[in-house]
């Protein structure tokens, strides 16, 4: 059986709309989902110690999972990707801090394919930065950091449908999970 481990953001938990909808794409393949929620209150996500502090939340999860899980973060739990590079997992990541370049060197460090999503609207985002890192990315214009766009609320609900499509896409093409 696949795992995929789901990690929150700072005002994100687990089960926060992008969050879950990722999750549960991996659960309709088969996946054991863990929704992972922070233990205690963490440092501040600018500085680099929050890298390590993710780690140290993360680790001893995956730790207990057999095999090779997906992993899935959103904002600070991008601070995960260093996690990702050194056991070579795969990886989504929703709004990832590319602005945090602990960050980015993580996710240059990758061996195993990830997508980045995000939003032209997001201080945290650069378009550039994710297509050089990564050949799947999905950038969503107009998006901010919880990937709501301008206009009716319905316009973001359609946002979140684009960002489960191309996390189905990611699955399909990386051909996740292995049977």
Known sequence: MADAVVIPGARFGPGAPLLMYAGDVAEQRGAAVHRHSWSAEFPKPDQPEIESWVGGEIGPLIDTISGRPLLIGKSLGTNAAAVAAERSLPAVWLTPLLTLPWVVDALARATAPFLLVGGTADKVWDGDIARRLSPHVLEVE?????????????????????????????????GWPRR
């Open 142 to 174: 107009g998006a901010d950091h919880g990937m709501y766009v301008p206009g009716p609320l319905t316009e973001s609900i359609a946002v979140l449908s684009r960002v489960v499509v191309a996390v189905e896409e990611f699955l399909d093409t990386i």
